[in-house]
């Protein structure tokens, strides 16, 4: 574990951060592919604000932990994509915003719903149910007591396109008729695979038919090894190299002239051991704190039923004083007044910290008492507001079929 003294102090009259911008909700961000995509099907009722090609068929890659800086980092590990986007792609835009978080769960329902994290309310890794007063999991643990189907009660896209066109997910078999599927992806006909080459044969016969076809086509083992390893790793480049060869085994196996997108839920950067701080272990950052929840880098705190403004006040200043220009260090009001969550429900504001704690740096926060020793153990890190983990990219081309396939 790494000691809480390790970080850099700060005076406490460093400059406050200002907060970056929104995510760009309805015009260029993760919520805009599915709906997009519909409009390119020439189904009524939906806007290309991405202007993606018109089409017979759309296979969606959703690359997760697949940052737009990675990918042009590592651009050697990738040479089919590499090929594909020297081509050009018309004025379908190069990169996308994620969700805010820049999370898993946040960013998979904008692109399930169309909608913000405040409006489908899948505001974060884990974060407070009001109801229960306690800090839910939003991801692969959820809770027993939480109706996936209550908490983000919005239509898929996939449900509002049941009868005009096929929509078929193909993942990993575990995710069929999860809790976080049926809350942010339900609706759709389900293809399973444990490894990259089943799920891309189950693609191929799954859009062997003559339809209208809109595709989600999952694919985790990037994200799994920058955790394990971190996204500079052998392990997390070798992984990159599986899913250029995915993209290149799809454009070759789906029907010619499918559009077939790639793109990510968030980007990554990886935090040193050292910088993987136990916040909890200074009292004057958990003073008057009821709950705490989120991302290692971007923290909800949930105060006290009876703490004040001056309360508030106190801790975002201790924040402030312990870690300087390292973290941006916001209230919910000022969230909400910065569009960071899209519009927000009035349902959801309450799973939203009075409290926001997030990274600037490579830094991760943890508090030691409510998460396991292994979870300090993880290297690449996502969830905050920079650019590495924010921005992915979108990469366009058609399908070329099995006559375009050569020797």
């Not at 409006?119 to 229960?132: E, K, R, S, T």
């Not at 006909?189 to 003559?210: D, V, Y």
């Not at 971190?230 to 789906?254: I, Y």
């Amino acid at each position: 574990m790494a000691a809480h003294d390790n970080v850099h102090a700060e005076p406490a009259t460093a400059p406050v951060p200002e907060l970056p911008s929104a995510p760009l909700f309805g015009s260029k961000s993760i919520a805009e592919v599915f709906t997009s995509a519909a409009a390119s099907l020439g189904v009524p009722g939906y806007a290309n604000q991405l202007h993606l090609p018109p089409a017979q068929r759309v296979c969606v890659v959703l690359a997760d932990g697949l940052g737009r800086g990675l990918l042009k980092q590592k651009a050697s590990h990738t040479p089919f994509l590499r090929s594909v986007m020297t081509g050009g792609q018309g004025n379908v835009p190069t990169w996308i915003d994620s969700a805010f978080p820049s999370t898993t769960a946040a960013s998979l329902a904008s692109l399930g719903t169309g909608l913000s994290a405040g409006q489908h309310g899948m505001v974060g890794y884990d974060v407070l149910d009001p109801g229960q007063d306690k800090v839910v999991n939003l991801l692969g643990n959820w809770d027993a007591q939480v109706d996936p189907l209550a908490w983000q009660p919005h239509p898929t896209v996939f449900e509002r396109l049941s009868g005009e066109v096929d929509v078929v997910t193909v993942s990993l078999p575990q995710f069929g008729n999860s809790p976080m599927t049926r809350a942010a992806l339900r609706g759709s006909r389900f293809e399973g695979g444990t490894t990259l080459h089943a799920r891309t044969a189950a693609a191929a016969e799954a859009m062997a038919g003559s339809g209208p076809s809109l595709m989600y086509f999952y694919v985790n083992e990037l994200d799994k090894a920058g955790h394990r390893y971190g996204c500079q790793s052998d392990r997390w480049e070798h992984q990159l190299e599986e899913l250029d060869a995915t993209a290149k085994r799809l454009s070759a196996t789906l029907p010619a002239g499918t559009t077939i997108l790639v793109t990510g839920d968030h980007g990554m950067l990886d935090v040193p051991e050292s910088q993987r701080i136990d916040y909890s272990a200074d009292p004057s950052l958990v003073a008057g704190v009821r709950h705490t929840a989120g991302e290692p880098r971007m923290v909800h705190l949930y105060l006290e039923p009876d703490a004040g403004e001056a309360s508030r006040n106190a801790l975002i200043g201790a924040w402030r004083k312990r870690f300087g220009e390292r973290i941006w260090a916001f209230t919910r009001e000022q969230a909400l007044a910065a569009g960071l969550f899209g519009e927000v429900h009035p349902q959801v504001a309450p799973r939203i910290g009075d409290v926001m704690i997030a990274a600037r740096d490579t830094l991760a926060l943890y508090d030691t008492r409510r998460v396991r020793p292994t979870a300090l153990e993880v290297v690449g890190q996502h969830g905050s507001l920079t650019k590495a983990e924010r921005e992915v990219p979108l990469v366009c081309f058609p399908a070329a079929g099995k006559k375009g396939r050569r020797g």
